[in-house]
């Protein structure tokens, strides 16, 4: 449950990030430009953070799945 909560944490503050970011740029020409900056920024934000997650999850099931990963050597 801890785990669900904090992906929602991270999702809604790279969403945040994002706005602010994307409205930061468009506000630069116009009003409506810094709106749909917002907007698309937002989406992009939400977009990464889920990446972000699904690829750390799945780098972490090829590493158990890597015969090579027990070596001592490589770490």
Avoid: H
């Amino acid at each position: 449950m801890r785990e669900r909560i904090t992906a929602m944490l991270l999702r809604a503050r790279y969403a945040a990030i994002g706005a602010a970011v994307g409205a930061a740029i468009g506000g630069l020409f116009s009003r409506n430009a810094a709106s749909t900056g917002g907007a698309v920024g937002g989406l992009v934000g939400a977009t990464i953070a889920d990446t972000r997650g699904t690829l750390a999850g799945t780098l972490e099931e090829v590493k158990e799945l890597d015969p090579r990963s027990d070596d001592p050597s490589t770490d």
